[in-house]
């Protein structure tokens, strides 16, 4: 994963899972405020014929005030937001996202990125991600 500005990062502060999918890691991602970008991306190849792509990851959302949020995107497209109504904070969370290929072009570049910016607004809104598990559905 390529980590975005001076508020997103590779953080050892809370961990969901190690890599071997154990509670209990060290690393995790980290998005914070918006004075810089605040994203991580990587790309993936979808061209394999898939009908959708399911994403699944682990997330720690630390004082995300209303009107604040962070997004996850396929190639630019939201295909999830976190916002402070959808539950509880200060804790693990998981979901699951099914990405249809009508959310975006399953080609062999497809951007995946989770961001920030402009959703966050200061040095204590965090969010940490964590185990992050994306799978081709033929």
Not at 21 to 40: I, K, M, P, R, Y
Request: proline fraction near 1%.
């Amino acid at each position: 994963w390529t980590f975005g500005g001076s508020d997103g990062d590779r953080s050892n502060k809370r961990s969901n899972v190690d890599d071997s999918g154990v509670l209990g890691g060290t690393w995790s991602a980290h998005l914070q405020d918006d004075s810089s970008t605040s994203e991580f991306l990587k790309n993936f190849d979808f061209a394999g014929g898939y009908s959708h792509v399911n994403i699944s990851f682990g997330y720690y959302p630390k004082s995300i005030d209303n009107n604040e949020y962070v997004q996850l995107l396929c190639d630019g497209v939201e295909v999830w937001r976190f916002t402070k109504g959808a539950h509880g904070q200060n804790a693990w969370f998981s979901t699951k996202v099914k990405v249809e290929i009508t959310d975006c072009n399953f080609d062999s570049s497809v951007e995946i990125k989770f961001e920030g910016n402009p959703g966050l607004s200061g040095n204590s809104d965090d969010i940490w991600v964590d185990g992050i598990n994306i799978t081709g559905i033929l």
